[in-house]
C-alpha cells in the first residue's frame, strides 16, 4: 500500500474529503513525504510483524502508551485500536519531518487521544506514568543504557515493554548480515550491538521474553520493568 493511501490521501475518506476544513486536508511538506516514503520503502518487510509486536504489549482499554522514537506512525492504528479512544498514545519523535507525517495520519483519522512531541525519549517534559512503552526499532534508545533506564523511570512500576526491529543474524545465516546492513543500515545505529538488540533492555525486565523472526533478521522481544 502506498504512502498516500496509507495516510488517507486519494481515498476520500469514504467519500468524505470534499467537507473536510482545508487545515485537514493540506498535506505535509515534500521533504516530510520523502522521507517517510523512503522510509516506508526501506522497512516494508517489518510491517508484517508490527502488529505483533503491539500484542505482545498486552494493551487494555484506556491504557496510557509510548510510542518511543514513533518515525511517520505506523504503529499508530494498532496503538489506537488496543487502547480505544479512551485510552492515551504519547508518540515521541526527534525527526520534525517525521512527525510532521505522523501528525497528518492522526488529523485525518481524527484521533484526539494521540500526543505527538518532538522530543529526544528521554526528554524532562516527557510525561510519567505510563503503563507502557512500544520500542519499536528504536535502536536509538535500546542501544543507549543510560537513555533506556532514564525512559524506563517515565513508566509506572510493573509497566509492560515491548522492543522489536532488525538484527545481525548468526551461525548458518550469517551471510544475511550483509542484507541487513545495506537495508536497514542508516538507521540501525551502532551494529557492534546488533546481535542481541535487547540486551540492555533484559537487565530492566527479568521476565523478558525474546523470540527471533526472518531467518535471525528481526526479533520481538516483551516483558515487565522491574518494580
Ligand atoms: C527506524 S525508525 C523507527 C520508527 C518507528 N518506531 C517504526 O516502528 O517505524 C527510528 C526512529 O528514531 C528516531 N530517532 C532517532 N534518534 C532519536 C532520538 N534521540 N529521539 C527520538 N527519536 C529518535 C528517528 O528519527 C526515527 O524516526
Known amino acids: 500500500m502506498g504512502l498516500a493511501t496509507r495516510l488517507g490521501i486519494g481515498l476520500g475518506l469514504d467519500g468524505r474529503a470534499a467537507l473536510m476544513p482545508a487545515d485537514l486536508m493540506a498535506l505535509p511538506s515534500s521533504a516530510a513525504l520523502d522521507l517517510a516514503a523512503d522510509y516506508e520503502r526501506r522497512t516494508f518487510l517489518y510491517d508484517g510483524w508490527r502488529d505483533q509486536l503491539v500484542e505482545r504489549l498486552a494493551l487494555r482499554r484506556g491504557d496510557t502508551v509510548l510510542d518511543v522514537s514513533c518515525g511517520p506512525g505506523l504503529n499508530l492504528p494498532a496503538l489506537r485500536e488496543r ?89 548458518l545465516m550469517w551471510p544475511l548480515r550483509f542484507y541487513v546492513k545495506a537495508l536497514y543500515g542508516p538507521m540501525m545505529g551502532a551494529t557492534e550491538r546488533l546481535d542481541e538488540p535487547w540486551r540492555a533492555l533484559s537487565r530492566h525486565v527479568p521476565d523478558l521474553v525474546v523470540g527471533e523472526l526472518g531467518f535471525g533478521t528481526g526479533y520481538l522481544a516483551h516483558g515487565t520493568v522491574r518494580t
Open 83 to 171: 487502547v480505544g479512544p479512551s485510552g492515551l498514545i504519547i508518540g515521541i519523535e526527534e525527526s520534525p519531518e517525521l512527525l510532521e507525517v505522523a501528525r497528518h495520519r492522526v488529523r485525518l483519522r481524527g484521533w484526539r487521544n494521540v500526543r505527538l512531541l518532538p522530543a529526544a525519549p528521554t526528554s524532562a517534559e516527557l510525561p510519567t506514568g505510563a503503563d507502557a512503552a512500544l520500542l519499536s526499532a528504536a535502536d536509538d534508545v535500546l542501544q543507549s543504557p543510560t537513555r533506556l533506564a532514564q525512559l524506563l523511570t517515565r513508566l509506572i512500576p510493573g509497566a509492560r515493554v515491548a522492543a522489536g526491529g532488525w538484527k545481525l543474524p548468526s551461525g
